[in-house]
Every structure is written in C-alpha cells, then in structure tokens.
Nanobody
C-alpha cells in the first residue's frame, strides 16, 4: 500500500512564500509522475503543477512564474515552492502520485490547507 504524506501548508500574507512537501512511502516499482492539485471552497479540484519521471513539468497558467515543482528522487518526495502568493491561491492542496506496481496506479494525499491573507 502506498501512502503520501503532505506538509508545509499554513497561513501567509499576500506576497509571501510557502513550500509544500509530499513524501511517498510503501511498495511500488517506480514513480511515473507526481503532481499538485488544489481545491478552493465550492470549486473543483484543478491541477496546479505536475512533473514526470523524466523531469518534464507543466503548470496551470495562473501559477506560471510563481510556483516551481521539483523532486528529490532519492527521498520519493515532490515539492511545490510557492512565491508571490495571492489570496486566490487559498485552497486545500493535494499531492497525487502515478506509480507502477503490478499495473499503473495512482494515490492521493490527504491535503494541506494554504491560506493567503490580503
């Protein structure tokens, strides 16, 4: 069973920075991709940033130039560095991992709340 543990959320003023971490543990053969999603109250869960095992990244237009996704493969951990935060970035941030065991699977983290005050 694979488990994702997220950390780093909290309250920050607009213009500030936060760094989210998501560490994977459990049994898997390889990680295919990892990503960060967010869900604001009353809204759907949307992709914020993703990174493949080959290092390719993609970002939502709303966070390009402000957020950076990266990984530490040795620690099976993905990070989201968030700079120049805006109140509209307030949401629960979820980590997702696509991995290989006997077939292609995915797992979600429990979510971490980011609140940006104006």
């Amino acid at each position: 069973q694979v488990h994702l543990m997220e950390s780093g959320g909290g309250l920050v003023q607009a213009g500030g920075s936060l760094r989210l971490s998501c560490a994977a543990s459990g049994s898997f053969v390889s990680i295919n991709a990892m990503g960060w999603y967010r869900q604001a109250p009353g809204k759907q869960r949307d992709l914020v940033a993703g990174i493949t095992s080959g290092g390719s990244t993609n970002y939502a237009d709303s966070v390009k130039g402000r957020f950076t996704i990266s990984t530490n493969n040795a620690k099976n951990t993905v990070y989201l560095q968030m700079n120049s935060l805006k109140p509209e970035d307030t949401a629960v941030y979820y980590c997702k991992m696509n991995y290989q065991l006997y077939n292609h699977l995915e797992v979600w983290g429990q979510g971490t709340l980011v609140t940006v005050s104006s």
